[in-house]
C-alpha cells in the first residue's frame, strides 16, 4: 500500500482553530500513511493562515464573523464554501472528509465531477442544531442527500442513526461510529496553579441550550464550592460581567484542548447541561462525557439526554432536570460532602473509557473505514 500517495481534505468550519475532532482524525489518517490538510475558517482572524501540527498541513480562510449568529451567517458561510470548491478543484484530494453540512456541497460536487471518495462526519445534524427557521425543512432533506451521496458516513453514538430515519441497507452499511474521545494523557496533566478549593469545571461553548446562568445560580452562596468556566461563544459577556462579583467562579475564556483537559482533569467533577428542548440536544453524547470518564471525573448532566441514560445506567454522575437551580446544587453538594461514592464514580468512569471508548479503538475504526473506500491511487 502506498499510504502516502493518497491526499486527504479535511474540511471543517469550526470558530475553535484547530479543532479538537478534526485535528485528531488528520493524525489518525497521517499516522497511518495518508497526506492531510485540513481547510478551516478563521472567523476572528486569529490564528495563522498555514502550519503544519504533528504533520498535518493546516490552511485556515479569514471571513470574519460571530459564532453562533445562525442563519445571519448564511452569506459568509457561501464565500467560505466557495472557497472550499476552488480548493478542492485546485488540489483535487482522493478523499474529501466533510465535517458538518457546512462543508459538505463542495465535497459532493467533486464525487460529481471526479469521483473523489466523500466522507461525511456528522459532529451535529444541522437542521436540529441550529436556528434555520423556515429553512429547517430544506436543510433536513439537504443533509439526507449527502448521506446518500457519501462513501463513508460518520456518527458520533450509534443512537444518532435514529435521526437519519428510514435508510436502505445499502446506506447502513457505510455509516460507522467514532466517538468524540480523547487521546488517553491522564498521566501528561501538568502541574499549573489551579484554585486551592474543590471546583466544578464548565468547558465548551457559551450558548443558550447549555445551562449556564443555572450553573451559575447553583454556585451562588456555596461556600465551600467553586466552578472554573472556559470557552467561547454568545453568551460570553453575560458570563464574564456575573462572575466578577464572585470570588470563587472564575472564567477564563478560549483556551487550547489541552488546557480545557487540565481544567477538567482538576476539577472534582465535570458539569455538562443540555437543554432537552433542542432536538439536537436529546442525542447529546459530547466529548465532555468521553473527557471526564477518561480523566475519571464524574459528571452532573441533564435529564432527557443520550448522555443522561449513559451517566445514570453507568453510575458515573448526577442527572437533574435541566434548568432546575435547587437540585443542580444538590448533585454538587453530593459530590463533595460524599468523597468515597465521588471516588467510585471517577473509577467507574475511567474503566468505561478503557473498555469502550479508548481513542485507540476509535483511531482503528477511521484507519479501517479509510482502507475500505479502495483509492484507485493506492
Known amino acids: 500500500m502506498k499510504g502516502e500517495k493518497v491526499s486527504v481534505c ?38 495563522p493562515k498555514k502550519e503544519i501540527i504533528n504533520g498535518v498541513k493546516i490552511e485556515r480562510i479569514h471571513i470574519r464573523s460571530s459564532y ?21 478543484f485546485k488540489y483535487k484530494p482522493d478523499v474529501v472528509h466533510a465535517c458538518d453540512l457546512d462543508t459538505a456541497l463542495p465535497a459532493v460536487l467533486m464525487k460529481m465531477i471526479r469521483k473523489t471518495k466523500v466522507v461525511y462526519d456528522i459532529y451535529d445534524f444541522y437542521a436540529e442544531s441550529r436556528r434555520m427557521g423556515k429553512l429547517e425543512s430544506f436543510v433536513r432533506s439537504l443533509e439526507k442527500w449527502v448521506v446518500r451521496k457519501s462513501d ?34 491522564r498521566i501528561e496533566l501538568g502541574n499549573k496553579e489551579f484554585p ?5 469545571s464548565y468547558v465548551g461553548v457559551l450558548a443558550e441550550d447549555r445551562g449556564l446562568p443555572t450553573l451559575l445560580d447553583a454556585v451562588e452562596g456555596m461556600n465551600e464550592i467553586g466552578l472554573v468556566v472556559a470557552g467561547f461563544g454568545p453568551l460570553e459577556n453575560k458570563i464574564k460581567s456575573r462572575v466578577i462579583s464572585h470570588d470563587k467562579v472564575n472564567f477564563i475564556g478560549k483556551i487550547s484542548y489541552e488546557d480545557a483537559l487540565q481544567i477538567q482533569g482538576h476539577s472534582v467533577a465535570v458539569v455538562a447541561l443540555y437543554d432537552p428542548a433542542v432536538p439536537n440536544n436529546r442525542y447529546a453524547a459530547p466529548n ?49 460532602r460524599n468523597p ?4 467510585i464514580m471517577g473509577m467507574r468512569a475511567r474503566r468505561i473509557y478503557e473498555q469502550s471508548y479508548s481513542a485507540e479503538n476509535m483511531r482503528r475504526v477511521l484507519v479501517e473505514a479509510y482502507h475500505k473506500l479502495n483509492i484507485d491511487s493506492w
Open 340 to 343: 468515597k461514592e465521588t471516588e
Open 10 to 47: 479535511l474540511l471543517r468550519s469550526t470558530g475553535i482553530n484547530p479543532d479538537p475532532r478534526a485535528m485528531k482524525a488528520a493524525v489518525w489518517l497521517h499516522e497511518a500513511g495518508y497526506n492531510v490538510r485540513i481547510i478551516g475558517w478563521n472567523r476572528h482572524d486569529d490564528a
Open 68 to 88: 453562533g449568529s445562525g442563519i445571519k451567517n448564511i452569506f459568509r458561510l457561501f464565500l467560505f464554501n466557495l472557497y472550499l470548491v476552488w480548493y478542492v
Open 288 to 336: 465532555k462525557l468521553y473527557e471526564s470518564a477518561m480523566l475519571g471525573k464524574p459528571v452532573i448532566t441533564s435529564e432527557g439526554t443520550l448522555f443522561s441514560e449513559v451517566v445514570r445506567k453507568e453510575g458515573i454522575g448526577y442527572v437533574v432536570p435541566y434548568g432546575d437551580v435547587n437540585l443542580l446544587r444538590q448533585a454538587c453538594y453530593k459530590i463533595i
Open 196 to 200: 486551592d478549593y474543590p471546583y466544578f
Open 152 to 185: 463513508t458516513v460518520i456518527l458520533a453514538h450509534e443512537r444518532r442513526v435514529e435521526q437519519l430515519g428510514t435508510l436502505s441497507d445499502m446506506e447502513k452499511r457505510k455509516i460507522i461510529t467514532i466517538y468524540n474521545t480523547p487521546k488517553d494523557i
